[in-house]
């Protein structure tokens, strides 16, 4: 499935308002059961909001799409963050790494590396795949480090792999990084 810019663009837009402090707090408090719903008395006070401060979360959550609003009820829009996921997914560059390599693809779960070939031929595919996925060729170890987080858990021992077998150059006495 190809997910346009657009969606990419409304989904890191989902993200960035999910992060605000009232609004997680307002949908943490949601049911997460599907078709469950809680009235709004009891949704502000599961939140430990204020009404004041609960009103404008709810009317942003509301707006966004991430919650249905039936009377006083309130409930998660599961359909509208199961297409936040799949468009967040789709972005992967893990995503971007199995469709060029499938022999990878029972390492890579959500959008994410979550196991590691031990196997020297597909694990050296693994790296060799990765590097391809770089989507520059000039880092500083701080973005290098950020890019390789939406990979895994661990950016920093993906970029010592990566110096290791001949993927990136390690600039001596600097924190900058070229893609070999």
Known sequence: MTISAYDRYRAARLVQAWSQGPLRRLLAA?????????????????SGLTPREAAPAAARAHELGLVHRDGDRWSVATDRLAALAEALVADSPAVAMVAAHPALAAFVTAGRLTGWPTRPGLEDECWTAIAEQLPRSDWTESELNSWLATFADDPAALRRGLVERGHLHRSPGSDRYTRC
């Open 30 to 46: 949601l049911p997460d059961g599907p078709g469950t719903s809680i009235g709004w008395s009891e949704l502000v006070a599961a």
